[in-house]
């Protein structure tokens, strides 16, 4: 079974440009998730979907952040403009349904210079 | 606010040696508590508990759950090289999962 595909693995970008990382998840997962890491921490939920349809983003800083997961599917996540204090590990998660355990894809380290 | 708290934060322990990894939550509305693996990349899932004193165990870890006492336990016997790394908690409250800060395990040969 292919696991949660993220993209780039890597993003060296300078401060106030635009970035978006994009996520293909497991097949048949319904629901999806965005999560930032930062350096030794928990990742922290940015916003979950239930296939198209976002029904958690209280903790997505929508100022400059912003998401889509078309046709229920892969999702992309965008930081326009970014900020140094945006410099993290962007993972993506999907799971069957919520309340299942939830798989990870590697992630995107984002640099912020 | 959930919180979730684990310790150590990091342990260096001589291959062969047992390790027992923390973790304490206070979360409303529980439903579930996971533990994750994290090397260089993606968390691995690695148990899902629901019920008090039931052990999960796959191969040389094991992990136990207390909700009346709030924690959990990790434990790692006859450790490797290849058990070093990131060991993260994480607690499911409603449908959100919160994460400790994680356990940093290195094991020295």
């Known amino acids: 079974e292919a696991g949660v595909v993220q993209s780039p693995r890597y993003k060296i970008i300078e401060k106030k440009q635009p970035v978006a990382f994009w996520c293909n998840p497991i097949?048949?997962?319904?629901?999806l998730y965005w999560y930032r890491q930062n350096l030794g921490q928990g990742p922290e939920l940015l916003i979950r979907?239930?296939?198209?349809?976002?029904?958690?983003d209280s903790q997505l800083p929508k100022d400059r952040f912003s998401a889509e997961r078309l046709k229920g599917v892969d999702s992309t996540l965008k930081i326009q403009p970014a900020e140094l204090g945006d410099s993290a590990v962007y993972l993506c998660?999907?799971?069957?349904?919520?309340?299942?355990?939830?798989?990870f894809g590697d992630g995107t380290r984002l640099s912020i210079l | 606010e959930d919180k979730v708290v684990q310790s150590p934060l990091s342990l260096v322990v001589h291959e062969g040696d047992t390790v027992t990894l923390n973790c304490s939550y206070e979360?409303?509305?529980?439903?579930?508590l996971l533990w994750y693996k994290q090397e260089k990349k993606a968390p691995t899932f690695l148990f899902m508990l629901?019920?008090?004193?039931i052990e999960k165990k796959s191969g040389r870890l094991s992990s136990i759950l207390d909700k009346k006492e709030l924690f959990s336990i990790l434990n790692i016997t006859a450790t490797q090289t290849g058990d070093s790394a990131i060991y993260l908690c994480?607690?499911?409250?409603?449908?959100?999962?919160?994460f400790g800060e994680g356990t940093q395990l290195t094991v020295n040969p």
């Open positions: 979907y239930e296939n198209e349809e976002a029904v958690d």
């Open positions: 979360v409303t509305n529980f439903r579930s």
């Open positions: 998660a999907s799971s069957l349904s919520v309340n299942q355990p939830q798989h």
């Open positions: 994480a607690v499911e409250s409603g449908s959100r999962l919160t």
């Open positions: 097949s048949g997962h319904n629901t």
């Open positions: 629901t019920s008090s004193g």
